[in-house]
């Protein structure tokens, strides 16, 4: 039997026509059902939120620690990059 927590669940969705002809279209090029296509998408947004927000605790967690680089030296370095003097990354 299996567990719980791998057992698909289903979900409803609604989404406008241009996006579901969107999905159906990428199914039909991938051989694949439109659900796989759609729990892919689900997958891939899920797993960016999730990286994003922990990034941003780390710096949260840095900034309450004091560890901040000056904007005027980020400015510098941005304002260098691609140039022959180019500056190290600030830290």
């Known amino acids: 039997m299996q567990d719980l927590l791998t057992k698909p669940t289903p979900v409803s969705v609604r989404l406008p ?3 579901t002809a969107q999905v159906t279209a990428l ?3 991938l051989d694949r059902p439109k ?3 759609i729990e892919q998408a689900v997958k891939d947004y ?3 939120q999730s990286w994003q927000l922990a990034a941003i605790d780390v ?3 840095q900034a309450d620690a004091g560890k901040l680089v000056a904007h005027e030296d980020v ?3 941005a304002r260098s990059l691609g140039k022959p003097d180019e500056l190290p990354l600030p830290e």
Do not use: M, N, Q, Y
């Open 75 to 77: 400015a510098a370095w």
């Open 59 to 61: 710096g949260i967690a």
């Open 17 to 19: 026509a241009d996006v």
């Open 46 to 48: 899920v797993a960016l």
């Open 35 to 37: 659900s796989w296509v």
């Open 27 to 29: 199914a039909a090029a």
